[in-house]
T-cell receptor, first 115, second 109 residues
């Protein structure tokens, strides 16, 4: 593995179903993020984690949950999917340093369609 | 509220120069980022500005004026592979990135 991987690449899901999007990074980054990207809108932060064992809510957290049991993995769960959650989901990570660039690096994305 | 504005779409000719503007109003400022995103792919980091002035990286340069809440990305010697969306993002006082909707750049031969 090099960088960030996400699974699945794409998924079609029936409304009301539970779904977990997986994200794994091998850069030993402290911070990880989940964004959604919708046409005509900027990336919007769903949840983030500054370090293993901690998580925080972003701009659009409702309907989503996350966990950060270890440094490498940051799964995103939709407990009961709704059509408005149809989007492209990107996971990202950064070193998590308070100063400096702290550039975020993105995974390839998961395209989710909720019918 | 927090706001990042960029043009929705721009068209330029191969070999030419194009400037993509970004204006922002955010609660605090801890740096401005430019990312490139090809269709169907992930955003990739291009540049970072935290102090006023111009940062140059090969064919790409980025400028920042904090007093004006303004940045631009300058792309020189345009190539067809530069056709992509360019995303402006500002890190706010909570150290979170606030993203613009992106500028789709179309390069014509």
């Amino acid at each position: 593995i090099a960088g960030i991987t996400q699974a699945p690449t794409s998924q079609i899901l029936a409304a009301g179903r539970r779904m977990t999007l997986r994200c794994t990074q091998d850069m030993r980054h402290n911070a990880m993020y989940w964004y959604r990207q919708d046409l005509g809108l900027g990336l919007r932060l769903i949840h983030y984690s500054n370090t293993a064992g901690t998580t925080g809510k972003g701009e659009v957290p409702d309907g989503y949950s996350v966990s950060r049991a270890n440094t490498d993995d940051f799964p995103l769960t939709l407990a009961s999917a709704v059509p408005s959650q149809t989007s492209v989901y990107f996971c990202a990570s950064s070193e998590g340093t308070s100063g400096g660039t702290d550039t975020q690096y993105f995974g390839p994305g998961t395209r989710l369609t909720v019918l | 509220g927090q706001n990042i504005d960029q043009p929705t779409e721009m068209t330029a000719t191969e070999g030419a120069i194009v400037q993509i503007n970004c204006t922002y109003q955010t609660s605090g400022f801890n740096g401005l980022f430019w990312y490139q995103q090809h269709a169907g792919e992930a955003p990739t980091f291009l540049s970072y500005n935290v102090l006023d002035g111009l940062e140059e990286k090969g064919r790409f340069s980025s400028f920042l004026s904090r007093s004006k809440g303004y940045s631009y990305l300058l792309l020189k010697e345009l190539q067809m592979k530069d056709s992509a969306s360019y995303l402006c993002a500002v890190r706010d006082s909570n150290y979170q990135l606030i993203w613009g909707a992106g500028t789709k750049l179309i390069i014509k031969p």
